[in-house]
């Protein structure tokens, strides 16, 4: 009983030293314990004394994915992280155990610290042969393939018998790591009862399921016979077998970054296996894959029905390897509060608001001819004789040039725009950049729709209390040349004089329906732009930075839906700015705007100009895009720290919906799952009969 505390307290002494170790590199932040303590306090039902504790169900129900099922990776094996999370071995996990297990999961080597904790079963901190074998024995006798440990390979880590020594974290990890590779061989040799060098798909098969199965796809697993195929008689060769090893387990992560930028390269976003090798060799310094692993791969990625020759896109790839295994896409926010100056921050967000505001300007100005042709179409009335001057947008372009003084007519009013864009664009992208901020989980990245669109909604709305009275000046303007015709020719009247006229309230007219027309719209703008770049150009997937024009693309594209469908809004806005004439209908407001238009022109006029306002947003968001982007590329801040303050690509989020806790649980089990698939599962009857609930290719 004795020695059986002794462990206990053993144990529990070499986990807090090592959460002690962690505490100065990955301490966690505030965020993480509050997440951390809501999951804890849902599922601890246990209680001792009045404290709350998790046993070894509430304890799984807490950290494993919750997405993915029980298919691969049986819920008994996660068992494993509760004998860790356990220090005291009393079979529950407190709040201060479920804490410093948590923090461990931080660590980048967090699985092979997982590992070697599962290996020293005495709490010592170096692991002897005997455990070692012991360990590994009961959790690989289910599988049928018998390892010997008394082999050659094994002698160079630990000595021959009599002589061998203890081996401590970074010795072990050497070992595990080296394990797996001389496991296929020995489960090779097993098979190979003949001695001809070749086993059968079944076999082949059995071993790969029980050393790899919780790595590969189904796509993959299902067609592991297959590759039989490459030779003429029905056998795989030992060749094969490591071949197969190297590309799918020690070197996938070099097989994706070369079929990335091949793939890149390529003109029609294609490759085969002659473009696949000469990336290889023209972007590894020291490592190269041969011709029969390149074909490996090939027979894989097209599901063994095309030859080599076959030209396959990243899509065709996807299926080599299992999608959950991704590391937790996680971009820390470094804290800058403390070593930059608030005269420092106030001139680089100044810097920012200069280039937002040029960057807004040359967008404004290209699109201006545009933009007065739609102010022009949808302040005609379509009830007033005499009244529809213009036919269609073509028809007021032809018609302005000739009777306003040719090309510097579409430019009247320009310059209150240009003053008006700098603060719109900054406030926009100012005020939804800190609502997102604020909204998003810095933990995994993530923000709820309705959070983007609220950010959206506040950017516009925050616009339109410092705007307005430029807008309503500039629309005075673009009438100016139509109106002063209706009078007899008389000179337009200027900037300066329409702001007399309307005063500080009447600078205001119309705000309620700029307010209907750009809430909307930075809401289906904003939301619909970071999700283009996320799920359409996958930005942030693998560390992607978007191209320039892939963030035009995006920009474009988001613009249209949000610019159509708040025309309504911006036609009674229109009509409220524009200062009405003699027999035009006067509008109280908004509301009174919308329903007289309805009532005496129909629905079709809600939406005049709306292609044109279509034609207007959507280049001017892409222009002031991509300028804001060469600028900021080209003229950074001058007075900016040396190093980054902050990451300059968008931030990567969670494809999933997983908590990031439990992608790091999951993730933390791979140095055991290597060792076996069933890793955990003991019991042979419940291996057994763990395995009979998965397809087909898993069962032995």
């Known amino acids: 009983m004795s020695d059986s505390q002794g462990t206990i307290s053993s144990l529990s002494s070499t986990i807090k030293s090592t959460a002690g170790s962690l505490a100065s590199t990955v301490k966690p932040a505030e965020n993480e ?78 699985d092979y610290q997982l590992a070697f904790l599962v290996f020293d079963t005495d709490a010592s901190g170096t692991i002897e042969f005997d455990e070692f074998k012991a360990v590994l024995s009961a959790n690989t006798a289910a599988s049928g393939i018998p390892f010997n440990f ?164 990243l899509a065709d790839f996807q299926a080599l390897l299992d999608a959950k295994w991704q590391p937790p896409e996680v971009a820390a926010q470094p804290e800058v509060t403390a070593t930059r100056s608030v005269l420092s921050q106030l001139g680089q967000s100044a810097y920012g608001f200069f280039l937002g505001g040029i960057a807004g300007g040359i967008g404004a100005y290209v699109v201006y001819p545009i933009d007065l042709v739609k102010t022009r179409l949808q302040n005609q009335r379509s009830t007033v004789v005499g009244e529809v001057l213009y036919r269609n947008a073509a028809d007021c372009v032809r018609k302005v040039y000739a009777n306003e003084g040719g090309v510097r007519a579409f430019y009247r009013g320009v ?153 309504p809004a911006d036609v009674v806005k229109t009509r409220l700015q524009t200062q009405a004439r003699a027999g035009q209908t006067v509008y109280k407001g908004p509301v009174d705007g919308f329903r007289k238009i309805l009532q005496e022109e129909g629905v079709k006029a809600l939406y005049k100009g709306g292609l044109a306002r279509v034609i207007r947003s959507s280049p001017q968001f892409a222009v002031t895009l991509a300028m804001y982007e060469v600028l900021s590329k080209n003229f950074p801040y001058p007075l900016a720290p040396a190093a980054p303050i902050a990451p300059t690509t968008a931030r990567p989020s969670l494809s999933s919906s997983q908590d990031i806790s439990r992608i790091r649980a999951r993730n933390a089990l791979r140095i055991l799952l290597d060792c076996s698939s069933r890793f955990g599962m003991v019991d042979s009857a419940s291996a057994s009969k763990g395995v009979t609930s998965l397809p087909k290719v898993f069962r032995s």
Not at 469 to 476: A, G, N, Q, S, V
């Open 150 to 313: 008394d082999c050659d390979w094994m002698k160079l880590y630990v000595g021959q018998r009599g002589g061998r020594h203890v081996l401590g974290y970074h010795e072990f990890t050497q070992l595990i790591k080296g394990y797996q590779g001389e496991r296929l061989r020995q489960s090779f040799h097993h098979f190979d009862s003949d001695n001809d060098g070749y086993i059968g798909p079944e076999e082949f098969q059995k071993i790969i399921v029980e050393i790899a199965g919780h790595k590969l796809s189904d796509s993959v697993l299902q067609r592991l016979p297959t590759l039989c195929t490459m030779n003429p008689g029905r056998k795989i060769s030992y060749s094969e077998v490591i071949a197969f090893h190297n590309i799918d387990f020690a070197e996938m992560d070099a097989v994706e970054r070369i079929i990335e930028h091949a793939v890149r390269k390529s003109k029609d976003g294609r490759i085969d296996v002659s473009d696949f090798l000469d990336e290889a060799a023209s972007s590894m310094r020291y490592g190269m894959f041969t011709p029969m692993e390149a074909q490996i791969i090939w027979h894989f990625a097209t599901r063994g029905s095309a030859s080599t020759s076959a030209r396959l896109g």
């Open 415 to 567: 310059m209150p725009q240009l003053v008006g864009v700098a603060p719109e664009k900054a406030i926009k992208l100012t005020v939804n950049d800190f609502v997102r901020k604020k909204a998003t989980d810095p933990e995994t990245g993530r923000i709820p729709l309705y959070m983007e669109l609220f950010a959206g909604g506040m950017a516009g709305g925050c616009q339109v209390a410092v705007t307005n009275p430029l807008e309503i000046t500039k629309i005075r303007l673009q009438m100016a040349g139509e109106i002063s015709r209706a009078e007899g020719g008389a000179a337009p009247r200027g900037a300066l004089h329409i702001i007399k006229q309307l005063g500080l309230v009447g600078l205001y007219k119309g705000a309620v329906a700029c307010f209907w027309r750009d809430i909307p719209f930075s809401m289906i703008y904003f939301t619909a732009y970071a999700h283009l770049k996320k799920d359409v150009f996958h930005e942030g997937r693998r560390g992607k930075v978007l191209s320039f024009g892939e963030l035009l693309t995006a920009a474009g594209i988001a613009g249209m839906p949000a610019a159509y469908l708040t025309t």
């Open 33 to 110: 314990l509050a997440r951390w303590r809501r999951t804890f306090d849902r599922f601890a039902k246990e209680e001792v004394e009045g404290k709350k504790y998790l046993n070894p169900t509430q304890f799984i129900d807490a950290i494993a994915p919750t997405d993915e099922g029980f298919s691969k990776i049986k819920r008994e094996q996660y068992t494993n992280l509760f004998k860790v999370a356990d220090g005291t071995g009393r079979g529950l996990v407190s709040w201060e155990d479920f804490v410093v297990f948590e923090t461990l999961l931080k660590r980048p080597d967090a």
